[in-house]
């Protein structure tokens, strides 16, 4: 089974999805996020603001390349801006992945962002800067091998099932 990569805009849903494929795939899942968090013993979010984004984006090229080359696992949920880097891609590329996009509105996104408890995101800080972020990465995001658009109507289970449906 190749593996399957989940990207999207912060808040679209991306860790949930990757916990309900994991469920009805009966395998193993990973957060980029968490991963970088365990091996650097520090919150993201003090990451970007103690040593700046360009440094969080090389730790996180380093950890992706450590999980598709060290770890096992089948679902991989990642950054918001973690498919935006072309070296990123590439890696992805290099392995044997199938890269979902998770679509949704910037209202859903940002619905979630402001209401996530347990995640700060300084890369979202003000809903301008959010916004104008989530349009640029739109061309990039397009990329991903598959493209599901996440409804109001539709459980983060419904989305996973016809993941699992349609990718396999
Ligand atoms: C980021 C998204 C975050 C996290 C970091 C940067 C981004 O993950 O990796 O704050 O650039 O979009 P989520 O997409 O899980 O919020």
Redesign the pocket.
């Known amino acids: 089974m190749k593996k399957i990569i989940l990207t999207g805009?912060?808040?679209v849903g991306?860790?949930t999805v990757a916990k309900c494929l994991a469920f009805i795939l009966k395998c193993e899942k990973l957060d980029l996020?968490d991963f970088i968090e365990e091996s650097e013993k520090r919150l993201?979010?003090d990451i970007?603001k103690n040593d700046g984004e360009s440094r969080?984006r090389e730790i996180?090229t380093e950890n992706l390349r450590k999980v598709l080359a060290e770890t096992n696992v089948q679902i991989l949920?990642l950054?918001?801006?973690?498919w935006t880097m072309e070296r990123n891609r590439e890696l992805i590329r290099q392995n044997e992945c199938v890269v979902v996009w998770l679509e949704s509105t910037f209202e859903h996104c940002w619905r979630n962002i402001v209401t996530s408890k347990y995640?700060q995101?300084?890369?979202a800080k003000n809903r301008e800067t959010a916004e104008k972020?989530f349009t640029e990465r739109q061309k990039v995001y397009c990329l991903a091998d598959w493209h599901f658009v996440m409804k109001a109507e539709l459980t983060s289970f419904a989305i996973a099932k016809q993941i699992a449906e349609e990718v396999f």
């Not at 950054?79 to 973690?82: F, H, K, Q």
Request: net charge positive.
């Open positions: 805009f912060m808040g991306k860790s996020d993201i979010a970007l969080f996180e949920a950054g918001g801006g973690t995640k995101r300084p890369l972020l």
